[in-house]
């Protein structure tokens, strides 16, 4: 009988010749998602490790839909295969944890979208996540000043992810490949207060949790602009090496917390290969931005790679 192994959860099924790969999933409760189960939203976008000559061949259909949703190369519609032989499958899971909704009191806009455009052009599934608490401050960013209004963060960070969004307190680290940071003020103010405690940094209880347990379990973390210190003060006996640029300031105190500070260029991105923690500068730096961009893909890239 042939034979479906899952990356995800690394397990091996047998199955009879012919069986649809949504079916088994089903009949198995076995990890994989799938959203409309006929091969037009994407969803289920994954790719085939090994084995891609024992499924059924791509349909004009299928292809159209993986045009939109993917550039990469061998990419299936799970819900549309059917097993004729041995396959291996990955479908990639990530994370990306959001704090609002602007730089200068929540996440950065172009850095988070940037994100979101990079793991969905390299196949793999966004889990958009933020706190379920009140922001710390609004900024009027028309004028930079602090404006009196009571924001939740959670609420916020749903503009971004066009409503498909979770409390980060119930997510599980065993649900995610990896997890990703996007960066702006919000990380600083309300993932963790980095911005007002500096050495002192503590981080959200439900931020914490997930990021060690990623970590503990070997899963790779991406964190962008100011988000490496919530990294740095989340796992400070990990001794991370992570980059914000090349600001001295912030280095050392990203240093008094335990982290390795490196500098990087914002077109570029920095690996701890140890701790499996990928970093880039972005708008650390006062850059255009498709510099910003170029870091960011590279990154992604790499959190991706990690995930193999
Ligand atoms: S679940 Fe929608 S395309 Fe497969």
Redesign the pocket.
């Known amino acids: 009988m042939p034979k479906i192994t899952l990356l995800r959860n690394g397990k091996t099924y047998e199955v009879p010749m012919g069986t649809s790969f949504l079916d088994f999933c089903i009949e198995q409760k076995a990890p994989h998602d ?11 976008v994954s790719v085939l490790e090994q084995g891609a000559e024992n499924v059924n061949p791509v349909s004009d259909d299928e292809q159209d ?1 993986l045009e939109m949703c993917t550039t990469v190369k061998g990419a299936r ?4 295969l059917k097993v004729l032989g041995d396959i291996t499958v990955r479908q990639v899971k990530v994370g990306v944890v959001l704090s609002g909704c602007g730089f200068l009191d929540g996440s950065e806009i172009h850095e988070a979208v940037l994100t979101l455009l990079a793991l969905d052009r390299a196949g793999a599934t966004a889990v958009c996540l933020a706190p379920n608490i009140e922001q710390k401050g609004v900024i009027n960013h028309k004028s930079g000043h602090p404006a009196e209004s009571v924001r939740n963060v959670l609420e916020e960070s749903a503009r971004i992810a066009r409503g498909k969004i979770q409390d980060i307190a119930k997510a599980k680290a065993s649900d995610l490949d990896a997890l990703v940071l996007p960066g702006g003020y919000g990380a600083a103010k309300n993932l963790c207060d980095f911005a007002a405690a500096g050495p002192k940094t503590k981080v959200d209880p439900s931020v914490l949790k997930l990021v060690r347990e990623m970590h503990a379990a070997k899963k790779p973390i991406g964190a962008w602009c100011i988000a490496p210190a919530v990294l740095a003060a989340a796992l400070k006996e990990a001794h991370a090496k992570l980059t914000i640029g090349d600001d001295p300031g912030t280095a050392t105190v990203l240093e008094s917390l335990g982290a390795r500070h490196v500098v990087c260029p914002v077109t570029e991105m920095r690996v701890d290969a140890e701790n499996r923690i990928v970093t880039t500068p972005a708008y650390m730096y006062d850059a255009r931005i498709s510099e910003v961009a170029s870091g960011i893909e590279k990154a992604v890239a790499e959190l991706l790679r990690l995930c193999r």
């Not at 799938?34 to 289920?44: D, I, M």
């Open positions: 799938f959203g409309c189960t006929a091969g037009s939203c994407g969803t289920c839909t519609l799970c819900c549309q």
